[in-house]
């Protein structure tokens, strides 16, 4: 069995990190067994090296092996991607095809963003892991193959078993053993390393010097978080090898080519909202109501305090604190000493025009013609209404006009003009 770090170098894996190491180590193990193997890790850290790793290892070495990246295949023809399908199956289907598992027979297929897999296809492929068939799209034929799986992904299996996006049987099925690759900013002492191999790789690829960080440039590298990991340092070295005049790169040219390097700082990131993006919606939907509800219950508590007491006034004066939370600034008291005594009779005066208010009563009659038609049982007249009114506070007062007119909350020179209006 050749040794991890002789495996590292024929493999091109740089670092000399332990987890990187044991992740290589594991790798070297199952390599002669059958065993599937899920190899996880962050988008960027290199997990495709572990698949070629066991391959060359295994007794199927001579054999073909096949990537395949799951969420690159369109859902409409992935599982004739895999599975292979007969001539006629489905629109464009001019030949018979052979697919992956088909032409991998004896060999590895490595399944990328095995998660991106749909459920119908990782359907088909538990059958394939638990006794090696298939069958064609379009046939009905039984197939047998000899391929042994390894699969890797970025995403936490966990919680798409949880949302019901993978199946739970077939991770089990794909992860008996578990390969876990490190992301970068757990590898502090690799990524100075990685650097200065990538910039020598690019500096003869396009044939210019190599470019060199300064010690502060060093420094800044090491502290970045490098979401996008090995991927996104080969990327930045690239770009500065070609693109800065001067060999030597200072922290300040560095951190030109750093995204949100300012932006690093701990801060407590929410998880990703479940089942749709309207909770805050609900939220404020929820507040609203809640507030309505309110108001309602305390207009009650207003209203029955008015019918037992009678007392508008002094009604009033006792709840100025709850009538200020219902109606806010809107509500404010209007002194009517200040209001002259034409216009509050006139905005007090009721038309008596009946030809008006039959034109009236016809239009509201036209713009609800598609109401149901009710039966009065009492006149809707507000003259009657308010001669009523005026009667019953009168006779409560025993006729005395000025109390009469504080309950009824006009002034009592306003009731002398109303009563004589209706010849009371």
């Known amino acids: 069995m050749e040794s991890v770090q002789a495996i590292k170098q024929r493999f091109g894996i740089i670092g000399d990190d332990p987890k990187l190491n044991r992740s290589v ?19 960027g850290v290199g997990k495709e090296s572990i698949p070629k790793i066991i391959h060359a290892l295994s007794h199927r070495k001579h054999g073909k092996y096949i990537a395949v990246n799951c969420g690159a295949i369109p859902e409409g023809t992935i599982d004739s991607e895999l599975f292979g399908h007969e001539k006629g199956a489905f629109t464009g289907a001019t030949q018979t095809r052979n697919g992956y ?15 991106e897999l749909p459920l119908p ?12 068939e298939f069958i064609k799209v379009g046939s009905s034929k039984v197939q047998k193959t000899n391929v042994r799986i390894v699969a890797a992904t970025n995403i936490n299996m966990f919680e798409s078993i949880k949302k019901e996006k993978f199946r739970e049987d077939l991770y089990y099925r794909l992860s008996t053993v578990e390969i876990h690759l490190p992301p970068l900013r757990e590898r502090k002492e690799d990524i100075h390393l990685l650097f200065r191999k990538f910039a020598s790789d690019f500096g003869l690829k396009y044939k210019m010097p190599t470019i060199k960080l300064e010690d502060e440039a060093v420094d800044l590298l090491l502290k970045y978080r490098w979401g996008g990991n090995i991927r996104q340092l080969r990327n930045i070295a690239e770009q500065i090898s070609v693109l800065e005049q001067s060999r030597s790169i200072s922290a300040a040219g560095l951190r030109h080519y750093l995204p949100d390097v300012g932006s690093n700082l701990p801060a407590v990131i929410a998880d990703k909202k479940q089942e ?17 509800k309110g108001d309602l219950n305390d207009l009650k508590k207003l209203t029955l305090k008015l019918m037992q007491e009678g007392d508008s006034k002094q ?6 604190g709850l009538i200020q939370k219902i109606y806010g600034n809107s509500g404010d008291d209007i002194d009517e000493a200040d209001i002259d005594d034409d216009d509050e009779l006139n905005v007090l005066q009721i038309p008596q025009d009946n030809n008006s208010s039959s034109a009236r009563q016809e239009e509201e009659k036209d ?52 009563i004589k209006q209706y010849n009371l």
């Open 25 to 43: 180590e594991k790798a070297i193990q199952v390599a002669p067994t059958d065993i599937s193997v899920l190899v996880t890790g962050e988008s």
């Open 101 to 115: 598992f088909e032409v991998a027979d004896g060999g590895t297929i490595f399944l990328d963003e095995v998660g």
């Open 121 to 132: 296809t990782q359907v088909r492929l538990l059958r394939v892991l638990e006794n090696g």
């Open 276 to 292: 749709g993006d309207f909770s805050n919606e609900r939220e404020i939907l929820y507040k609203v109501l809640f507030d309505m």
């Open 315 to 320: 009604v009033q004066d006792d709840n100025e």
């Open 367 to 418: 713009k609800y013609y598609f109401a149901e038609e009710i039966e009065e049982e009492e006149t809707l007249s507000l003259q009657d209404k308010e001669l009523e009114l005026i009667k019953k506070s009168l006779e409560r007062h025993s006729g005395k006009r000025k109390a009469a007119a504080e309950e009824l909350g006009i002034s009592e020179r306003t009731l002398y003009r109303k």
